[in-house]
């Protein structure tokens, strides 16, 4: 069974900076989603199963870093310059395969999520 353990979420001033982690059992095309209250889960960046290939959406892009470490298992998100419409839920997915790295259904596999609130 595929376990997705995130952790790194919290608090944090606009402007300031958090970074995710996922450990993943296995090795997995991923991406990070969030789901601020009210809304649908939203796709954030994903990076693939070699590394050599990452996705962002346009809100985080120059923000946001998805970067993996393989000889660990782990997939991280550095988030600069957080802004208040961050504040989220953000959850680690994985896939044996994709055809849309940015969309929800093509993930298997998903974390319990970390929370992330970024105060103004």
């Known amino acids: 069974q595929v376990q997705l353990i995130e952790s790194g979420g919290g608090l944090v001033q606009a402007g300031g900076s958090l970074r995710l982690s996922c450990a993943v059992s296995?090795?997995?095309?991923m991406g990070w989603f969030r789901q601020a209250p009210g809304k649908e889960r939203d796709f954030v960046a994903a990076?693939?199963?070699?590394?050599?290939?990452?996705y962002y959406a346009d809100s985080v892009k120059g923000r946001f870093t998805i970067s993996r470490d393989n000889a660990k298992n782990t997939v991280y998100l550095q988030m600069n310059s957080l802004k208040p419409e961050d504040t989220a839920v953000y959850y680690c997915?994985?896939?044996?395969?994709?055809?849309?790295?940015?969309?929800?259904?093509?993930?298997?596999?998903w974390g319990q999520g970390t929370q992330v609130t970024v105060s103004s």
């Open positions: 997915a994985a896939t044996q395969s994709w055809v849309q790295p940015t969309t929800l259904a093509d993930y298997n596999y």
């Open positions: 296995g090795r997995y095309h």
């Open positions: 990076v693939s199963r070699s590394a050599l290939n990452t």
